[in-house]
């Protein structure tokens, strides 16, 4: 798996465009002279019966007359006297990168008519998708084969020994094919004419004796075994060096995790190299300590990639006199030291060679030093360091300069002119403190498509309303900058703009209409968190090539107007206009949305019903209508959206009953608040088998009825939560595969009429309100099984009976509400035992007797308690018969006999703030729960706007990583 925080790396491999369709292309109808032997167009219609070809792409392999030349035929090459086939070559086109395989793929079986192509020599079945079965055997037995490449084909099972016996083979790709394995690479050691071997990704964990078998090969020049999963070597049983030897170049051991070899095998590569290795990636393998020595003496080193290891201190002084590196990648280790000393250590021939240098991920510190006589640098890299500072403009005159990137780190000042570097094309320079205004010689960098300089609270980014810049940008993000108040018209000369984001940037301005032609490629849009209103503009969206997906964020702003564009394009994934003016119905077109998966339009003026096409969401996976006027009962075919994990239509005037599909078929569901509507009827104990529920909001309904006994069923509420479980926020932040659900992740939690939001984490809180709506009959002692409850509100209902006995095996239960209803009998003592409640209201019951004298119970004030004729004890102000008078009750200003409810709300969050949440919530569970009131004084206790700074960057990281892969 390519880990997105690598994306940087990536960048060469994908500016260099990814191979061309190397397709024989069936040119010229003129089918005079037939070439093709019969035989073998038997054996390739064969072949083609057995694949599953869903995109046609062997449509020019047909019988007609005008098809009869196999020779033609896509992918097909034959000799040019004999006319047997000597080239198949049916690699998928339609793939990004390794992890992405888009379009096109041919399935099914590989058929042994191949054998009748016994002249085959060049067969190419990449990127292609034949269900996880082996490669096989019979191609061991296409004895002419010189190339062969199955990478990347979800091919899986074990590597045939069989392909041991194609002694003419020069390379062969088996890379990428994740379930494959070899137990002994004996069958590779018969390979004698090898020259490139793609092993990587298959497992080769028992393969003891790998490098016996690679030492046999005298022809290899490139060896690829990259995440195999290698067994360790001990030095002992190395193979001895004496007579072996070959061309060997390219050596890629990544991702292994070798404890104790990787310097040994280093060293065996490099006397096993004749020629001197040039290229060694070692990326992810558990070296620590200094960087080794092992290269210095490699003269011919041009590439060495050592990221993603633990490797501390400097960079080493021997690197200066490696004249031929172009390409260092020291990204993701644990490097000190000032970015000055290291790069004196670079001084020497190979300063004016060095192409790339990548530093991302270190603890590197101090300015940025005079990088001007690095002078072919092509690829500067130093994001997520500790790097400070000024940038001074003549240090980074760098004229071949295509990517820079600061990211992350701490400069301060003005951003300075990079005009001189007139072929850059990335730049990067997010998250510091950047201030000053942007100057305008930026727009001379005619090839720059990509300008991040989000994060840089301090930037003004405002050009005069005329300025035409010379780029283009694909992507551009300027969030949390200052763009505002006017919307930026330059963006009118972008033509190509694929991503957008200027969440949060102060403006504050009608929402151009222009933007809606400009936007045709866009992919994603954010322009969230601003002051913009009018109406929404008419977006013209061009439907893309392959699989792109749209995301749409312009919530937060006072843009009215209506829904309509939606329907003009059907690749959405996420779409959120909450908190805007909307109004008006929601148009029922989304039967063709197959791909969206969150849908956010709260806090809106939308009225009417919700459209039964919602039901053809069948991957949605979030919906927030909240505080909208939608009326009428939900649409039956909802019933079908089962991928739904988060439902809000809370503050709506839905009605009807609660439907019973909800418990029947949403059996992912986490959220359920259907709070401030008007459902009626029983609670349906359909809802028990909501097995993944943690949030069950019904509050403020016409609900009547028992609570069913069976909701203890509700498993996940049963859990209680370990410290900050990670896995418990990956299993829904996969929401989308973009990971932006961890911007968006939100819901509403009423504490008796407040609104309370929370925010990230959501899945790590538990919680249960049917306040306010006709419940009868007695709480059930089931209840009591869900000990992950973090909240529990029944307030203001007609329940009767008494408090369960065990209440205290709630262990997590932060704040509880029985309050206005009529409940009877003490208060038990187990209620003491719940050291993480914060907040507790039993008032206006009909509870008696003693309020047990625990600490925990003390900590509560009167209000607590009030409305119970028959309590007696402390916090009130009445003494139990036969106890002692109490002490004087000078603290019990705060109820003040008033008992105004938001009185106490507030009080009593404050105190939750300060007791209960700190350290029961957000120290156990790291969650944050915010009162939309209580935002600012609760970001002092927390380091949420850190939280979502990183949760930002990674967003940009994710949306970044599939840019490159696309673009
Ligand atoms: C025939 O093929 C050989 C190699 O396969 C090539 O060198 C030669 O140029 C070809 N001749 C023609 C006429 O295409
Ligand atoms: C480099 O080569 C020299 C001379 O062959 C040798 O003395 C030295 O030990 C080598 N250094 C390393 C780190 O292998
Ligand atoms: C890098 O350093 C940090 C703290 O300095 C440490 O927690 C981490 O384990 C180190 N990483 C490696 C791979 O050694
Ligand atoms: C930018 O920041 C620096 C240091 O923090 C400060 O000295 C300077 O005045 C600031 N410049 C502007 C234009 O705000």
Request: charged share 15%; proline share 4%; hydrophobic share 40%.
């Amino acid at each position: 798996m390519i880990n997105p925080m690598k994306f940087f790396q990536l960048i060469p491999l994908l500016l260099v465009s990814l191979m061309p369709v190397l397709g024989h292309s069936p040119k010229g109808g003129n089918a005079s002279k037939i070439r093709c032997l019969e035989s073998e167009r038997q054996a390739l219609f064969k072949f083609k019966d057995e694949l599953v070809d869903t995109h046609g792409r062997l449509s020019s392999w047909g019988d007609e007359e005008h098809k009869r030349d196999c020779c033609k035929w896509k992918g097909v090459q034959c000799h040019n006297r004999t006319n047997h086939v000597i080239r198949l070559d049916l690699h998928n086109p339609g793939y990004y990168h390794y992890d992405n395989i888009s379009d096109a793929p041919l399935k099914g079986m590989i058929s042994t008519s191949l054998l009748e192509l016994q002249q085959l020599q060049y067969l190419n079945l990449s990127f292609n998708d034949f269900g996880n079965a082996p490669i096989p055997e019979f191609i061991g037995s296409l004895s002419k084969l010189c190339h062969l490449d199955i990478r990347h084909a979800n091919s899986g099972g074990r590597i045939p020994d069989h392909l041991g016996n194609l002694s003419k083979l020069s390379h062969l790709s088996l890379s990428s094919n994740q379930n494959c394995y070899s137990e002994n690479l004996d069958w590779v050691s018969r390979l004698y004419s090898l020259e490139y071997l793609y092993l990587s990704f298959a497992n080769l964990s028992k393969a003891a004796k790998w490098l016996q078998a690679i030492s046999k090969l005298n022809s290899i020049k490139g060896l690829f075994l990259s995440g195999c999963n290698l067994p360790d070597i001990p030095s002992s049983s190395l193979p001895s060096n004496i007579n072996a030897s070959a061309p060997l170049e390219i050596l890629s051991l990544s991702n292994n995790s070798f404890v104790f070899s990787t310097l040994t095998l280093i060293r065996w590569f490099s006397n096993f190299s004749s020629t001197g290795l040039t290229s060694i990636y070692l990326s992810d393998n558990n070296m620590s300590g200094p960087i080794p020595d092992v290269f210095a003496n490699m003269t011919s080193l041009s590439l060495l990639d050592l990221s993603e290891n633990g490797l501390e201190g400097g960079i080493p002084k021997y690197f200066g006199n490696m004249s031929n590196l172009l390409d260092i990648d020291l990204s993701w280790n644990n490097l000190t030291g000032e970015l000055s000393e290291l790069m004196t250590n670079l001084s020497g021939p190979l300063e004016q060679k060095l192409q790339s240098l990548r530093l991302i991920g270190n603890i590197i510190s101090g300015s940025l030093p005079n990088m001007s006589r690095f002078s072919s640098l092509e690829y500067l890299i130093l994001m997520e360091n500790q790097l400070n500072g000024c940038i001074q403009e003549s240090y980074i005159k760098l004229p071949h300069l295509r990517v820079l990137s600061l990211s992350s780190n701490q400069f301060i000042g003005p951003v300075p002119d990079l005009s001189f570097s007139s072929s850059l094309q990335i730049l990067g320079l997010a998250n510091n403190k950047f201030n000053g205004t942007l100057i305008e010689s930026i727009g001379r960098l005619s090839q720059l498509k990509f300008l991040d300089l989000s994060l840089n609270s301090f930037l003004t980014v405002k050009f005069n309303p005329h300025w035409v810049p010379l780029f283009q940008l694909e992507y551009l993000s300027l969030s949390h900058c200052r763009l505002g108040p006017q919307f930026p018209s330059w963006l009118k000369t972008q033509k190509k703009l694929v991503y957008i984001d200027i969440f949060n940037s102060g403006i504050s301005d009608n929402f151009p209409s222009w933007f809606g032609g400009v936007a045709s490629k866009l992919e994603y849009l954010n322009a969230s968190n601003n002051q913009m209103y009018g109406v929404l503009p008419n977006f013209s969206f061009s439907t893309f090539s392959g699989d792109g997906r749209r995301a749409l964020d312009l919530s937060r702003n006072k843009i009215s107007g209506s829904l309509s564009f939606l329907c003009h394009t059907r690749e959405w994934e996420l779409i959120d206009l909450s908190d805007n003016l909307l109004g008006d119905q929601i148009p029922d077109c989304f039967t063709h949305f197959e791909w969206l998966k969150y849908l956010n339009l709260a806090n809106n003026r939308f009225s009417g019903v919700i459209p039964p096409s919602f039901g053809s969401l069948s991957a949605l996976s979030l919906l927030h209508l909240r505080n909208n006027s939608f009326s009428g009962e939900l649409p039956t075919s909802m019933g079908n959206c089962t991928k739904l994990r988060m439902i809000d239509f809370g503050e709506n005037r839905l009605t009807g009953k609660i439907p019973t599909w909800i418990g029947d078929r949403f059996s992912e569901l986490k959220v359920l608040v259907l709070r401030f509507n008007k459902f009626y009827g029983n609670m349906p104990p359909n809802l028990c088998g909501l097995a993944n529920i943690q949030i069950l909001d019904l509050s403020s309904n016409e609900i009547f009825g028992v609570i069913p006994n069976c909701i203890h069923k509700c498993i996940a509420m049963a859990r209680e939560e370990n410290n900050n479980n990670p896995d418990e926020f990956t299993a829904f932040s996969d929401a989308t595969s973009t990971g932006e659900v961890h911007t968006f992740e939100n819901t509403y939690f009423t504490w008796k009429g407040k609104e309370v939001k929370f925010v990230k984490h959501v899945v790590l809180v538990k919680l249960i309100d049917l306040s306010s709506n006709n419940l009868i009959g007695e709480i059930p002692l089931e209840i009591t099984k869900l000990v992950g409850l973090v909240g529990l509100n029944l307030s203001t209902n007609n329940l009767s009976g008494s408090i369960p006995r065990n209440i205290g095996e709630l262990k997590s239960l932060n704040f509880l509400d029985f309050s206005r209803n009529h409940l009877l009998g003490n208060i038990p003592t187990s209620l003491g035992e719940l050291s993480f409640l914060g907040v507790l209201n039993l008032s206006y019951n009909n509870l008696s007797g003693k309020i047990p004298p625990t600490t925990q119970l003390l900590t509560f004030n009167e209000s607590s308690y009030m409305g119970n004729s028959g309590l007696c004890g402390l916090p009130l102000n009445k003494s139990c018969p036969g106890d002692e008078s109490h002490q004087d009750s000078g603290n019990n200003e705060m109820g003040n006999g008033q008992n105004d409810d938001d009185e106490f709300i507030s009080e009593g969050f404050y105190i939750a703030l300060g007791l209960g949440f700190v350290v029961g919530f957000w120290g156990i569970f790291g969650t944050i729960l915010l009162n939309k009131a209580m935002q600012c004084a609760f970001v002092k206790v927390s380091n949420i706007v850190e939280d979502f700074v990183y949760v930002r960057v990674e967003l940009t990281k994710a949306r970044l990583f599939k840019y490159f892969k696309n673009g």
